[in-house]
């Protein structure tokens, strides 16, 4: 879905997990290209084999643009990904091969490296070089399957001990390891809870930002039930020179399809 604001277009896509959540998931592509959706992200496609959801995007017309590495069961250490959690070096490298074996089959360009959490009698510093090395050998695997890795920090407040500090730090390790094969995942609603300035920070990492989620403050739903200015904040962004997706993950108020209203506003 194209919108256009006051600077300039913004790709939107649709998050299946968050979105549509009225009808099953395999029907959730219908009805996301059903609303004008081209592209649509979600977490984890590994419940279903890549060829199946693979055909579900061709029926559909939709193009996949982001899935991210697996999490572990709930419960686990590794319940919110593996870079982060000192001991699990197999599981993650085991997790990066597979999310690069359905991207490649799904057409997916980003995949995001979930850190997870960081144990608490874990050293902080040795916890840190250990998802720095990890990072290290992911960029490595992604940059011969010609797919970019991005880094997403989650807000304390929703989850104090996810182990990457701030966007600012992901762009630090992706400056560090590859700029050019990992990038930042910037997140408009985990920015806004963390430390506010939305605008300001993105445009001082824009050079690195490698995808886009946006949801609303508090609530986290659909853009216009909270407190971002989603009208400037998006143009802001076209304005940018940012082409890449903006994946909508919020959860509506409502019904989904009705809730998109919000897409006019941005654009009137």
Not at 261 to 268: C, K, P, V
Request: charge should be negative; aromatic fraction near 8%; hydrophobic fraction near 45%.
């Amino acid at each position: 879905m194209i919108v256009e604001t006051s600077s300039g277009p913004v790709r939107l896509a649709a998050n299946l997990k968050w979105m549509y959540t009225e009808v099953p998931f395999e029907q959730r592509f219908d009805a996301a290209a059903a609303s004008g959706f081209t592209g649509v992200e979600f977490a984890s496609p590994y419940e279903l084999p890549a060829d199946a959801i693979r055909r579900m995007l061709d029926q559909a017309g939709l193009e996949q643009v982001l899935i991210n590495t697996p999490a572990g069961p709930a419960g686990s250490a590794t319940v919110m990904g593996a870079a982060f959690v000192p001991g699990a070096r197999d599981e993650f490298r085991a997790g990066v091969l597979s999310a690069l074996e359905y991207a490649t089959v799904l057409g997916t360009p980003v995949i995001h490296v979930m850190a997870g959490l960081r144990p608490t009698d874990a050293d902080p510093e040795l916890a840190f070089a250990g998802y720095v090395a990890n990072i290290g050998w992911a960029a490595e695997q992604a940059r011969s399957a010609g797919i970019r890795i991005v880094l997403e920090a989650i807000n304390k407040r929703d989850q104090p001990r996810y182990g990457l500090e701030s966007m600012e730090t992901a762009a630090a390790v992706a400056e560090a390891v590859d700029p050019s094969t990992v990038g930042v995942l910037f997140d408009v609603y985990h920015a806004q809870v963390d430390r506010g300035n939305v605008i300001e920070r993105f445009e001082r990492l824009a050079p690195l930002v490698g995808h886009v989620q946006i949801a609303d403050n508090p609530g986290r739903g659909e853009p216009g039930t909270g407190e971002i200015a989603y009208e400037r904040v998006l143009a802001r962004i076209a304005g940018s020179g940012y082409a890449g997706w903006i994946g909508c993950e919020y959860g509506p108020v409502a019904d989904t399809h009705d809730g998109l209203t919000w897409t006019e506003r941005i654009s009137a």
